[in-house]
């Protein structure tokens, strides 16, 4: 049987998981997992791509505990039953077949070592156990229970204010409207019937994206509104006047209410947010959490793809951690979870006015520039990490890309994904003036380290 050469674990627009990698995927997780849970979303493909997944995963003798149709918080729980969980979905477009997401034990996501370790087992194959060595398939029903009731005991610290809910059809309405009815939202749910031909609006703050839910929200007074996607895992805040927030003024909500003691964010994050959580930027919320002790306080940044800052949240332990439009929160499992946060927003909004808390941040002004360089990205990267200490940065965070902290603000660099001699700065303060010197310096370090000598 031809296949793959790498393990592709999600379709592109270019080309599609197919079924036999699945019985692949199975057969090479087997060599390394006793027991291996499986769940999927409600796009169309899922259960062909699932059963095919579970073939391969009992024919070379590993047990299965299915937990059915869930959403990915749902998951990201429940792998804890077994030895890892495997979720397919595939929630990027609704044309593209399922693929899988392959969950550790603890919720997190699996490292790009593990998968080229899978990778490994296309390319040499392995034999067919006999009859005897074929592992078990358990229904588990109580997947979404199990969930629902550990968010239900995080929960009880503060009830619900009133809140506008698109579940868009998804998972998330196993959960979502449920928890926040129990703990006293005034809520307003639509769209809160799962449907596998319902096509949703994109998570955008384009105004055709968002006009209906404005409306609603608006005809609703005092309300705030979310829209989450399908598999629960994502997540548009609108505040009380109907207009979406972006997600980095969502995580500013969420540290000034939490108060967390860690926190792991991308490196390209604006310098709002670390200003916020340290403290340098003054507003007031009204919160049941405690102040965190400073000297027990960490803001972690990571390389802004997913595998090194999931690997960092579940090193630091994380109390919050932001990126790529999804949110982990501690206490449940290290997926993203926008049926938590529902929940917190939902109680934030009942002490506390979200449009009122945003007008007191600061306005941080920003600037997007590009260089081209003549000489290699590794002389290049040599250079910039020569040349660092002589503009008199706060603190350099290296990670095949710089976040530079300076005085007032930073700038972030990285490498044109699409041009290798490029490298692409962002450039940010709370003060204009400020800027413009910074750029004139980052300027001045782009000429020392263009040629890479």
Known sequence: ????????????????????????????????????????????????????????????????????????????????????????????????????????????????????RLDRIFEVGRKRPPFKELGTVKRYYNAINDYNMRLMALSRSATGGSLVLDCNCGLGTDSAPQILNKIGTDIISINAQKDSEFISNPLS??????????????????????????????????????????????????????????????????????????????????????????????????????????????????????????????????????????????????????????SKLPTYFSEKKTFRFSCSQADFARMMDANLPDINPMAVYEDKCWRVDMASGGFFVAFDKDQEDVVNIFAESNDKLYLISLLEVIDGLMEKCEAGQ
């Open 205 to 358: 703050t384009k105004e055709a994206d968002t006009r209906h839910m404005k409306a609603l929200v608006l005809a609703s007074p005092g309300s705030t509104g979310i829209s989450m996607n399908r598999v629960g895992t994502m997540m548009r805040v609108f505040d009380e006047t109907g207009e979406p927030i972006t997600d980095e003024q969502l995580l500013c909500l969420f540290i000034l209410y939490l108060k967390p003691k860690k926190v792991v964010v991308p490196m390209d994050v604006t310098w709002l947010i670390e200003d916020v959580f340290r403290g340098n930027v003054t507003v007031e919320v009204d919160s049941p959490f405690p102040d965190p002790d400073p000297e027990q306080m960490e803001f972690v940044v990571a390389n802004p793809s997913v595998g090194p800052i999931h690997r960092m949240l579940v090193e630091k332990d994380a109390d919050l951690t932001y990126y790529q439009g999804g949110f982990v929160f501690k206490g449940i499992s290290w997926s993203p979870d926008a049926i938590m946060g529902s929940v917190l927003l939902s109680q934030f909004s009942s002490s506390n006015n979200m449009s009122e808390v945003l």
């Open 1 to 116: 049987m031809e296949h793959s050469e790498k393990l592709l674990l999600r379709s592109s627009p270019s080309e599609d998981v197919t079924p036999e990698m699945g019985i692949i995927l199975g057969q090479a997780l087997a060599l390394y997992y006793d027991k291996v849970v499986v769940g999927r979303d409600l796009m169309q493909s899922s259960p062909m791509m699932k059963n095919a997944l579970v073939s391969g995963l009992v024919s070379s003798g590993t047990d299965v505990i299915d937990i059915g149709e869930v959403s990915e918080p749902v998951a990201g729980l429940a792998a804890s039953m077994g030895d890892c969980c495997v979720y397919v979905t595939e929630f990027r477009q609704q044309d593209l077949m399922s693929g899988y997401l392959l969950i550790e034990k603890d919720g997190s996501f699996f490292s790009m070592d593990q998968v080229r």
